[in-house]
């Protein structure tokens, strides 16, 4: 009788990044870039790759350093965006995590808002033919499992607020001011 353990479903690949804002958890297949997670401290991390693996029916696999498969391009992009030589990430992605309304919006901001730029919440919505969704678009950026990459970062409230963010609003400030669309705080 053969004991030996057979992996449960796709491979996933997963290590945590340090960057100008934290430790990132960054998780990949081999169809893409699956998920990027802030303050990514052991506790969170495990929580985020069990939660990845449940979903996913993934088989999941930490390399060691240097070794890193899927996730070496990644890692030199966001490194790269941090050293402020990288406007726009050219990275295969995995939308698995993300459906419906919520993927439609991630998509058309990942295609239509440049960096240094923003866009308003109900001006998202009126891009993806839901003008009065500006809530909805709120949401779909609360459930994005891809920020930083899929810049969520860039929406902001109508009015000129810096609205809320994921990953806090300190760190909303900081990518902002890292593309320039903000001053760089002071201190």
């Known amino acids: 009788m053969d004991t030996t353990e057979r992996p449960r479903g796709p491979h996933l690949e997963w290590t945590v990044a340090a960057s100008d804002i934290g430790p990132l958890l960054l998780a990949a297949t081999p169809e893409g870039l699956v998920r990027v997670e802030f303050h990514a401290g052991p506790d969170r991390v495990e929580r985020m ?54 993927r439609t919006v991630l998509q058309e901001l990942d295609r239509s808002v440049p960096y240094g730029s923003v866009v ?13 969704a500006a809530q909805a678009v709120g949401h779909a950026m609360g459930s994005n499992p891809l920020p930083l990459v899929v810049a969520c970062h860039r929406v902001v409230e109508n009015d000129g607020g810096i609205g809320g963010f994921g990953g806090g609003v300190e760190t909303k400030r900081a990518l902002l001011a890292l593309e320039g669309v903000l001053p760089q705080p002071l201190f």
């Open 120 to 132: 308003g919440y109900g001006e998202l919505a009126a891009r993806v033919g839901q003008p009065g």
């Open 49 to 102: 790759i069990g939660a990845l693996i449940s979903r996913l029916g993934a088989d999941p696999r930490r390399p060691e350093p240097g070794e890193e498969v899927l996730l070496a391009e990644p890692v030199r992009q966001l490194s790269a965006y941090f050293e402020g030589s990288l406007r726009r990430f050219e990275l295969p992605l995995d939308w698995r995590l993300s459906s419906g309304f919520n």
